[in-house]
Each structure stands twice: as C-alpha cells, then as structure tokens.
C-alpha cells in the first residue's frame, strides 16, 4: 500500500509518498480500505510540532522526543472493511465503515487496521464516504466539552470563539441542536457560513471585542486559543462555564482555580475519543441534525497541498482527502456472504 510518512518535524514537506506492507488484521481486528480522510489540527500539530508555550517538552514526549513516534498521520477516515480477523463477528468484509483512530493516527495510508471493539462505525447510508470522514475530529470534541464536560442546556447564551473551524462549527451546530442561543466569533468572510449552520449571532472579530461588549454568556467556548481566561471572564455570567479547547499553558493548568476564585468555572483537558461519543455524533449526522463543514477536498496525490491549505489557518470546517475511489457502497448481503468466505483472515 501507498502512505504518507514523516520522520522529522516541520513543514508540509516533510511528508514522503512512500509504499508500505499492507498490514495484516489480528484476531480481533478488521482491514479497512481507506476511502477518504481529513487532515486536522492534531495532524498539524504532531508533524509541525506547534505547541502552546510552554508545553513544548510535554509535546515531544507524546509525539516522539527526537523524531515522531507515529510517522503515518490520519486522525480520521471512512472506508470498506477489506477482511477481518479470526474472532471478529461484527463486520463483514463489504461493509462501509467510520474510524477515529485519533490520536493513534494512521489514516494518511491505503489501508488501515483497527480494533472491531474499538473506535469504528458503520457508515450511515444517507452519508458519502467525504462527509463520513469529516465527522469524528471535530464532532466528537465539541460533544464531548459542550454535553459531557460542560452540561450545556437548552435555553442557555453560549458563544463560540472559532465558530468557523472543524471543531467551532461543530459546537455551533450541536449547541443549537440542545436548544441553546448560540453567538458565533469568526472572520466577516465566514459570518454567512457559521449563519448558516445555525448561529443567531455572529461576531467578527476583526470589529468587535466581546469582552468590552455586547451581552454576557452561560458558557464562552475557545476553540482556537485566541479568548484566554483574563479576557473571557468578562463575557460570562456568574456561574458562567469556560470550555477551554485550545488554550495557554497557564489557563490549562492553573485555569481552574483562577476561575473559581471568580465564582465561575473553567473546564480545560483532553477530549474523550470514546467510541459512543463517535456513535452519538454519527446518529445526528445520520438524522440531519449535524452537517460536518467540508472546506476543501484534495485527492491523496495532493497530500502535500491539503497539509499546505490546512497550515495558513483559514480553513473553514473540514479539509477531506480522497485516498480511494468506491464505485458502489455498501455491498449487497450475498456479495458480503461471498466476501467473507474469502476474506475471513485467521
């Protein structure tokens, strides 16, 4: 198979097109032949290495001290399962599939093998393969801070910082979805788009503070590192949550008693990558009530050029790459049936 590696930290050349072995399902994994991905901000900031202050050594010693640990990046995809192994009885070779290997990454590659208990979904039929693998990055993040850590309810003025990125527009739509009053914070370029995903409100930043003005919230999101504490505290209510998804060293640390010392709340750490976080995201996409943003789409010749897009920092949304194309999906059950008699790995 065909991937794109790395071996040292950098720009998006550091990326080589290079072949592979094509890896081998163990007993309870399955195959999947990788239709489209993303390229994120968590593959950004392992091969760029761009971290908070401060938190440079902390970043070498999840992505690798003096090279990366995880030279193949890909931190979501959506594809075929290509063969299972011996003890799998939940996938079928034929079926179409969601992963999220996160932060285990592995997706900028042909194929991929994944745990069948772990982080995979079948894929919704109402979906294409594009807007399945623009799901769980920013999906499962913003479900995770708005509805898990932060209780979100209906009723509620939230406002979002970086409404028009992978994980702003997904805390924009899945707010309103809870019944929330939702301001979004972005450029006057994509106050139409963030419109039109549900926002009531839109704020551009270039015009207008909203720490000087404007109403006060039940909960500020930052998504994007550019509201730290000192400047958002001004913005909440008494009571009022911070959901700190991107943010400075000092606020993730100490953030929380600097917070409480004001009689307010700032919840920061790691978004869960749980696998009934990414069952719940997908049953909105698949209802319609969730529409992952795709900005751009690059084939997997253009890598390079999807990494390059992603690093000016103006993506709206998502930025997918189609690795592999799939003339028919899903397959039907005979071909299935006949598939699984010659793909059953054991």
Same mark, same amino acid.
């Given at each position: 198979? &065909?991937? &794109?590696? &790395? ?22 994994? %399955? ?18 290495? @761009? ?14 001290i003096t090279r990366p640990r995880k030279p193949v990046l890909g931190t979501d995809l ?11 009885? $939940? ?21 991929? $093998? ?5 982080? %995979? ?11 399945a693998a623009a799901i769980p990055f920013g999906a499962t993040t913003a479900y995770d ?61 270039? @015009? ?17 590192? $550019? ?54 995201? %997908? ?24 990494? $390059? ?38």
């Amino acid at each position: 198979m &065909y991937a &794109y590696t &790395y071996t040292e930290y950098g720009g998006p050349d550091v990326l080589n097109y290079v072949e592979l072995p094509t890896p081998t399902p163990k007993a309870n994994e %399955v195959l999947i032949r990788i239709v489209a991905t993303t390229v994120s901000a968590g593959d950004w900031r392992a091969r760029s290495l @761009t971290m908070p202050a401060g938190l440079g050594l902390v970043g070498r010693l999840v992505f690798g001290i003096t090279r990366p640990r995880k030279p193949v990046l890909g931190t979501d995809l959506s594809g075929v399962v290509e063969a299972i192994g011996a003890d799998v009885t $939940t996938f079928q070779p034929g079926d179409a599939v969601i992963g999220f290997p996160g932060a285990g990454f592995g997706a900028h590659a042909e194929y991929i $093998t994944m745990p069948a208990d772990g982080k %995979v979904v079948r894929k919704p039929e109402t979906l294409n393969f594009e807007e399945a693998a623009a799901i769980p990055f920013g999906a499962t993040t913003a479900y995770d801070f708005l509805i898990s850590k932060g209780k979100l309810r209906a009723g509620e003025r939230v406002l979002i910082n970086g409404a028009s990125g992978s994980v702003g527009s997904a805390c924009v739509q899945l707010a309103k979805h809870v019944g929330a009053e939702v301001t979004g914070i972005c450029s006057a370029t994509n106050a139409d788009l963030v419109r039109s995903i549900g926002a009531d409100h839109v704020i551009d930043y270039n @015009t207008q503070d909203f720490t000087k003005e404007g109403p006060q919230y039940d909960m500020v999101v930052d998504t994007v590192d $550019t509201a730290p504490w000192g400047r958002a505290r001004h913005a909440l209510v008494p009571n009022g949550r911070m959901l700190l998804i991107a943010g400075s060293t000092s606020d993730m640390i100490f953030g929380w008693l600097k917070a409480r010392l004001r009689g307010k709340r700032l919840i920061g750490g790691v978004a869960s990558e749980s696998v009934d976080i990414l069952r719940k995201v %997908v049953d909105l996409a698949a209802a319609g009530d969730f529409h992952p943003v795709i900005d751009r789409s690059f084939d997997f010749s253009q890598m390079i050029a999807a990494h $390059t897009h992603v690093d000016t920092g103006h993506k709206k949304g998502n930025v997918v790459v189609t690795v592999n194309q799939i003339s028919k999906s899903p397959r039907t059950a005979d071909e299935k049936l006949r598939l699984g008699a010659a793909a059953h790995v054991g």
